[in-house]
DNA sequence: CCAAAACCATAGGTGCGCGCTATGGCCGCC
DNA sequence: GGCGGCCATAGCGCGCACCTATGGTTTTGG
């Protein structure tokens, strides 16, 4: 069964008459009898009762829905790609690790959404190597994460911020009130270990070095959680500069204490990008993001 | 787009691998990529990362569900058709005129159900030049009627029964306990007039020849609700003998009345018939009517 | 680390099939 | 009876889909 089979039944069947529906399908009356005579050899009987004016037999009446919902189908598959190479419609699948505060993103989204309407977003989350993973497979046009696996040659990467660590903590515990805090005052306390913070092991060195322990301590997997844990009062944290927490907890800075990520735009080297993707790279890349940060924060 | 391209996608789609994708199209590597070519040309982009493992893109993600639904669509045809013409399924469409009772059928239609399983019916009710203009446009294949209008000569007929009118009235009326009843009897009652039957108009005119007055008279178009009158005691009417009526009205035959009437089907010559049809058509015109009427009437 | 295999793209040759024109038969209409 | 609309058939040409052969690139395995 070929397609402009399918196109020659649906007019003949709208038009009941060979030749004119050879005209809507700008072919001549033979050519579109001849496709026809196939499709009824196909589908072993007659489609049509020759007379005039002509009809659908059974057959072609119970042939007409399934052949219709085919050629509409393939039609509106034109249609979708059309609408998608215009740009009016497409989608942008972001991966982004847990550690990646989402609001980071929503002003340049917001604009993106202007310029592509109809405009879909895909965040996808998981940890390092997952949000690696999405990027090879083609799951996800762009990665936002502080490190990836640089074993993958054909990762691009593009810096665009560094920020410190801030030590968050409830607002009744003892350190909350505190106006300096250092290393020294963390060694008695309960740390919650970011495990899906791709920067965490990096950090765990270096509180190790200072003889905190982070080897005993709670395994959380997202920063939803937690943020909870941390108002239930189990616990304290220390999480980057642009992790957004709730007014309720109180974040300080310590001294002495020398962590800092980067983090970083990734894409795939040498696969091709949508419009909407490559909009959002440039904006990110081209943000002056020091002053982006401060602007947040003050707001 | 062609078909043979959709079915192409679908297999590369399935296997992400376009070497054993042409091997289950059973064609070669370079046909298939070719054909994937010439699709993502008319689509307006690339459907596929050309990688290892392959992948879609977002455009092929998007086209899928649609192209997918376009091959089922007609591989669902083709299917359909093959159970259609093995007899697997099928319809019997049957116009009858009002006057024809369906009970007449069905003794033969449960026979032909068991010959051809998943068997539809569709039953199309109308007058007699309602049934001749289906029989006409296709919409039936066979119809029973008692006169159709043979100005149409394409219209094959065969006689079926020949049958009596009989009188019917309520069990409370004046005339229901009387042994014998003759047209004189009629002559001040109130007749119902089955106008939707194609043999009334000759009726009243042997009516009206014996001073009955016929052109006076409620107009009805269902036996259904000529039924209904009756049981209300609005009326008599006079009715063939194969008019099923419920017990509680009382029929007996009126002396001096000489009407009959020829219950006929009709096919339409020159023009294919179902399987279905030609069976249920020659088990009609096979049966002995007198005999088949008698022992449905003792039933 | 190199050889082998797997995979996709390209080139060039060949045959089938789709579309064309011309024509004939059939039916309905003025 | 002549005429026009409609569908079927015959014959022809060209495009297209398929094939084989081969090259380039990536992955695998020893």
């Not at 390092?128 to 799951?139: A, F, S």
């Amino acid at each position: 069964m070929e397609m402009h089979q399918v196109r020659y039944f649906l007019a003949v069947a709208r038009t009941l008459n060979f030749t004119r529906a050879a005209d809507e399908c700008n072919v001549t009356q033979p050519s579109l009898t001849r496709a026809i005579k196939q499709l009824e050899a196909e589908l072993g009987g007659d489609l049509f009762r020759r007379e005039r004016p002509a009809g659908l037999t059974e057959l072609g009446q119970r042939m007409h829905p399934l052949l219709k919902q085919c050629y509409e189908a393939a039609a509106g598959a034109r249609s979708l790609a059309s609408s998608f190479k215009s740009g009016e419609i497409g989608a942008l699948r972001i991966a982004l690790t847990h550690s990646i505060d989402l609001c980071l993103l929503i002003p340049f989204l917001d604009q993106i959404k202007r310029q592509f309407n109809r405009l879909e977003f895909r965040f996808l989350r998981g940890n390092g190597r997952e949000v690696g993973d999405m990027l090879k497979k083609g799951e996800a046009e762009l990665g936002i994460a502080a490190e990836l696996d640089p074993n993958w040659e054909r990762l691009d990467t593009w810096p665009l911020f560094t920020e410190d660590f801030q030590l968050v903590v409830n607002a009744d515990h003892r350190l909350a009130d505190q106006d300096s805090i250092d290393l020294d005052d963390l060694r008695s306390e309960q740390l919650l270990s970011r495990g899906y913070c791709e920067y965490g092991p990096r950090l765990n060195t270096v509180l190790r070095e200072h003889g905190i322990d982070v080897d005993h301590c709670h395994e959380i997997s997202s920063e939803r959680d937690l943020i909870e844990l941390l108002e239930a009062g189990i616990g304290i944290a220390v999480v980057p500069d642009t992790s957004r927490i709730p007014q309720t907890l109180k974040r300080t800075s310590v001294e002495g204490l020398d962590a800092r990520r980067t983090v970083n735009l990734y894409g795939v080297a040498g696969r091709e990008r949508t419009a909407v993707a490559s909009a959002v790279m440039r904006m990110l890349r081209g943000t002056d993001w020091r002053q982006f940060l401060e602007k947040s924060r003050a707001a």
